[in-house]
């Protein structure tokens, strides 16, 4: 079996197992009285990943497939590969008429990659595609191959004038470190139109709730540790997204070395700025999603100082010497799990 076949039948069997488990899920939750609460929840495999709706109410089966289908119809939109979507449309033709979700969407981005000085950069696409992260077919680039490439990379050189994107000839873009937590956002907004107040959405380990569960208590939300399975800690949160960027996500390795998916748009090459993870904690999916893959490529120092000059978010990091750094607004909310008590963990005020 060729290493596609055996991913897709990876991913086949694992789609299964979720439909079981779906099938053999109990169906309702409880209130704060103890009363039982309807609870319908959906997986399905969406914007390359495992993606699971849960909503809680009267209406949650309605609800839950009104995000689902949003969900779907956004992936359309935004695939880099779909021969249909917007955003093939800009890289391939130059300019595109854009659909409004998605002229919001790389209008957040552009304010973004401005935001953290390119650490994030939409613009990344063919360096990505040369290291065979667009593919799997993974391979280390010169650094002359990378240099070609560096050339036509830039966000300053994409223009959005209302809904009409210019991409210019050679650049191309992608919306793959921003569009799950936007995804996030208009999916929370569908469940919200839909009666919604308790529901929580697992976009591929990237978390966003409404509310509080349906009895009251707050979400507690396992942050996944960069050293293996599991949950080095938890945070508990009501009404926000906790959005995570790791180098274990994706990565490949040759000749003993690891290189992972984040890239540093000053080299091209995977980003190596101390961080093995970022979470970041905030109301809006697409402001966490933005900064937790750019906070990964800026390092502690610029994080902490982003951090300092906004404060409409929250960061949890891990360095590569194994410290945490934690952010003061989510410090009576994060505990760290049983076997990682020793770990060393930084307030940052
Ligand atoms: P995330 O999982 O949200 O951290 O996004 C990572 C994905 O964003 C990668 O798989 C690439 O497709 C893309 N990407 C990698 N590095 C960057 C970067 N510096 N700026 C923007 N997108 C990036
Ligand atoms: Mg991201």
């Known amino acids: 079996m060729d290493r596609k076949s ?14 079981i488990m779906l099938i053999a899920q109990t169906s309702c939750g409880k209130d704060e009285k103890n009363n039982d609460v309807k609870k319908s929840d959906e997986s399905f495999f969406a914007m390359d990943t495992y993606i699971t709706v849960t909503a809680y109410g009267e209406n949650s ?19 880099v590969t779909d021969q249909n979507s917007e955003v093939y449309a800009a890289n391939h033709n130059g300019t595109a008429g854009l659909s409004d979700d998605t002229a919001e969407l790389v209008r957040f981005a552009l304010d973004m990659c401005d935001t953290t000085d390119g650490a994030l950069d939409i613009s990344l ?15 280390v680039p010169t650094d002359a191959e990378l240099a070609a490439l560096l050339e036509n990379v830039g966000y300053d ?35 919200k139109a839909n009666g919604i ?3 929580l959405l ?11 569960k349906p ?46 998916h984040i890239l540093d748009p000053k080299t091209g ?22 900064l937790s893959t750019s906070l990964f490529v800026m390092g502690i120092d610029r994080a902490e100082q982003l951090w300092k000059e906004r404060m409409d978010f929250d960061f949890i990091a891990v360095s590569e010497k194994g410290d945490i750094y934690i952010t003061e607004g989510i410090k009576n909310d994060f505990e760290l799990s049983e076997s990682y008590k020793g770990l060393n963990v930084s307030v940052i005020k």
Request: glycine share 12%; net charge negative; hydrophobic share 40%.
């Open 197 to 199: 107040t308790s529901a």
């Open 6 to 19: 055996a991913v897709f039948t990876a991913r086949l069997i694992t789609y299964i197992v979720l439909i």
């Open 215 to 260: 009895d009251g208590s707050t979400w507690k939300i396992g942050v996944r540790s960069p050293y293996g399975d599991g949950s080095f800690a938890t945070v508990s949160v009501k009404d926000k997204a906790v959005i995570t960027s790791g180098g274990y996500e994706r990565y490949f390795e040759e000749n003993g070395e690891v290189y992972w």
């Open 61 to 79: 089966d309605e609800a839950v497939k009104a995000a689902e289908n949003k969900i779907t119809a956004l992936e359309k939109l935004w695939s």
């Open 269 to 290: 090459k995977p980003a190596h700025s101390g961080l093995l993870s970022v979470t970041v904690i905030g109301d809006e999916g697409r402001l966490c999603d933005s």
């Open 202 to 212: 697992d976009l591929g380990g990237n978390i966003q709730t409404i509310g509080t």
């Open 125 to 139: 696409y063919p360096v990505l595609t040369a290291w065979g992260f667009t593919t799997d077919e993974h391979h």
């Open 157 to 191: 050189r994409i223009t959005l004038d209302g809904n009409t994107l210019t991409v210019p000839d050679g650049v191309q873009i992608d919306l793959g470190a921003v569009g799950k937590g936007y995804a996030g956002d208009l999916a929370v907004q569908e469940l």
